[in-house]
């Protein structure tokens, strides 16, 4: 059996943050919708998504109520990411 020697290993990079826009992006596409699908879905606008994705506005209960129901999630998934990347995980 092979020994290993303890520098033969690197420390794992700490996780990274998703923004808002990140989230949504990535909730999409784990679920293989486009952005027309989305919006069909949640009544937002593809030009609205865009901008959200992008981080250009701010989500506001209602849009965050509305993706979370299209995508099945609690609303606090979107609007605060920071402290819910495990519960993303498991919407994967």
């Not at 020994?3 to 990274?16: C, I, L, R, S």
């Amino acid at each position: 059996m092979k020994q290993y020697n303890p520098n033969d290993f690197v420390a794992a990079k700490a996780h990274t943050i998703l923004t808002t826009g990140e989230t949504i992006k990535l909730l999409r596409e784990l679920k293989g919708w486009t952005q027309k699908e989305l919006a069909r879905k949640c009544g937002i606008s593809e030009t609205n998504l865009s901008l959200l994705e992008h981080g250009k506005v701010e989500i506001g209960k209602k849009r965050a109520e509305q993706l979370a129901k299209a995508f099945n999630v609690h609303p606090a998934i979107i609007m605060f990411p920071e402290y819910e990347a495990l519960e993303i995980q498991r919407a994967a």
